[in-house]
């Protein structure tokens, strides 16, 4: 063996022995994930190291990324009027949550800070179609601007409907701002967005190329998986659809249309992506928050909780993880994809066998191969603690809900897996009200009749094949 072929050796493994402190050192609290990074590592080592440099490194605890959002809030503070601010980050509202759920709110206050709002009204939607119909005929009415973030905006019939419209009423002189996820929408030509900008649209992609090592990480890793939409600051809309026709036509999502004072909070959430993508922001933000009409106001509390990795704490895992472990009758959770944080399964489990009835529902099909395989490699540990799944047949379910004792209810862009609840930009909806809780319990209800019920007896006598592909993919879960 000749010397450079020896140090050759000593430098990959003096590699692999420093890659793996470091990601003993991430104290994300983790140990799943850190297992499976190192088992990574170990295996393939130079395609591991470079693996874990670009999806592995944990931004919440690097100041870096807490500059550009610290600037935004400051120049918000400064710039802002005093309802405004008011209504995001004052706590008189909290007084009207029931008593036992006050300090969720305080949990999900502590990610950015916005509070509960009161006064609002909040349609479910459950149809992609009714969800387009309602969008055109909003954006169609739009005055004063127009603010829309999606982490899929595709090129199909539905998205080029609302790209025609979003142009035209640029043209008109509405103030049209317009966000993209530049990874997911890679396939996207960039004349699609110049046709945007050439008619006045203000486009901003989320994530742009850096050479600086740590942010061209995060723009590989830490996605914008957001959807968000503001008109003239007094109509929202956020959920589980992206613009496209397999959501407008095919699956079965659930959506919300929000008036009321919850739109302050999607509109800052969008002008906090906007400002920290590159957007530029006129002299004062007092035009994006106009006095709300009254007669478009309702009586459900509603906190609207933004999460991204910038952020000190996983502040959406905490909250789902609240969610369960405070239900004491009931809960219920729709997701496309189930790759829970071990304190999220610990949870689950745990209400379980405390007697709660806690069920889950997710595709029969899951719309990527991987992810057969792993929604399954939980199935076992949470039917024998007594959790009921389902698997839905007919059109992909893809909702992100979650409805607890017939008081909250949780609806938002989240999945329930680690890239969701720790290393996506998300957003969710939490709601405390008895009448729309009632309202999601039915939907859960009325889905089941297209469910197929996973029973243990059965599932323990699945292929032995079936059982070494849910064990293997279980072992990398964590990293997905």
Not at 48 to 75: D, K, M, Q, T, V
Not at 132 to 157: G, Q, S, T
Not at 232 to 254: A, C, E, H, Q, V
Not at 335 to 350: D, G, I, N, R
């Amino acid at each position: 063996m000749g010397i450079a072929t020896l140090l050759g050796y000593v430098l990959l493994v003096l590699l692999i022995v420093g890659t793996i402190l470091v990601i003993l050192s991430d104290d994300d609290g983790d140990s799943g994930r850190k297992v499976a990074w190192i088992i990574v590592v170990v295996l393939i080592p130079v395609v591991g190291i470079f693996a874990y440099i670009i999806f592995g490194l944990n931004p919440r605890l690097n100041s870096r990324y807490y500059e550009y959002s610290r600037r935004f809030h400051e120049a918000f503070y400064g710039l802002s009027d005093h309802k405004s601010y008011r209504t995001l980050f004052g706590e008189e509202n909290r007084e009207k949550i029931r008593e036992g759920y006050r300090e969720l709110s305080v949990l999900l206050s502590n990610s950015n800070g916005t509070t509960v709002t009161d006064n609002n009204n909040v349609e479910i939607i459950t149809s992609g179609k009714r969800k387009f119909e309602a969008l055109v005929n909003d954006l169609e009415n739009a005055r004063d601007h127009i603010h829309m973030e999606y982490f899929y905006f595709r090129k199909d019939n539905g998205s080029r409907k609302i790209k025609e419209i979003l142009m035209r009423k640029a043209r008109e002189g509405v103030k049209v701002r317009f966000i993209h996820e530049n990874i997911a929408n890679i396939d996207i030509s960039p004349r699609y967005y110049a046709e945007m900008k050439k008619a006045g649209v203000e486009v901003v992609k989320f994530t742009r190329p850096r050479f600086n090592l740590l942010r061209f990480s995060a723009m590989l890793n830490y996605r914008d998986h957001r959807k968000i939409v503001v008109i003239d600051g007094k109509i929202g809309y956020t959920g589980g659809m992206n613009i496209g026709d397999d959501y407008f036509l095919k699956w079965r999502d659930t959506h919300m249309r929000i008036t009321g004072n919850a739109v302050y909070a999607l509109q800052y959430s969008f002008l906090y992506s906007f400002c920290t993508s590159g957007g530029k922001i006129p002299s004062t933000f007092h035009e994006f928050f106009p006095e709300l009409d009254p007669a478009q106001r309702g009586c459900e509390l509603v906190q609207i909780v933004p999460d991204q990795p910038v952020n000190r704490w996983p502040i959406l895992h905490m909250g789902a993880v609240w969610t369960v472990q405070h239900s004491s009758r009931y809960v219920y959770i729709q997701t496309p994809y189930f790759v829970p944080p071990e304190p999220l399964l610990q949870a689950l489990k745990s209400t379980a066998l405390k007697g709660a009835d806690v069920r889950i529902m997710l595709p029969k099909e899951p719309d990527l191969g991987f992810m057969y395989y792993a929604n399954k490699a939980y199935y076992k540990e949470c039917l024998e603690a007594g959790i009921r799944i389902y698997e839905k047949n007919g059109s992909f379910i893809h909702s992100k809900t979650i409805v607890s004792d017939d008081y909250l209810s949780v609806i938002g862009s989240a999945n329930m897996d680690y890239r969701s609840l720790v290393l996506n930009y998300e957003i969710n909806a939490y709601i405390f009200n008895e009448d729309t809780a009632v309202r999601n319990r039915k939907i859960f209800h009325d889905d089941l009749r297209e469910c197929d019920e996973i029973c243990l007896d059965t599932w323990l006598r699945r292929p032995w094949y079936m059982k070494l592909a849910q064990a293997v993919v279980r072992l990398f879960a964590p990293l997905l």
